[in-house]
């Protein structure tokens, strides 16, 4: 068999949450979320923000939803001293 294009496992995505309570941008991986899903909220992640480590839940639409200067974000590098807007 070949592997025309090679897709990423799930265990190694990664993914963007943003805390509701303290306002923290973190990266987590898929094995660090407790992943759920459900008729009524869809699917996501239960997660435990780093900082205040309040329960929060990302769901698929918020995963890379955050952004700089109208561009998709991936570590604070990317945007430099530039604020993350949601």
Do not use: W
Not at 54 to 63: A, Q, T
Not at 68 to 74: E, F, L, T
């Amino acid at each position: 068999m070949k592997i025309i294009k090679k897709g990423k496992l799930p265990e190694d995505k990664s993914y963007r949450g943003e805390c509701h309570n303290c306002k923290t941008i973190f990266k987590f991986n898929y094995n660090e979320g407790e992943y759920f899903s459900n008729q009524r909220d869809g699917s996501g992640f239960e997660v435990v923000c780093p900082l205040c480590k309040k329960s929060i839940y990302v769901y698929p639409r918020e995963l890379n939803q955050a952004s700089c200067n109208g561009k998709s974000y991936g570590d604070k590098e990317d945007c430099g001293d530039q604020e993350l807007n949601r």
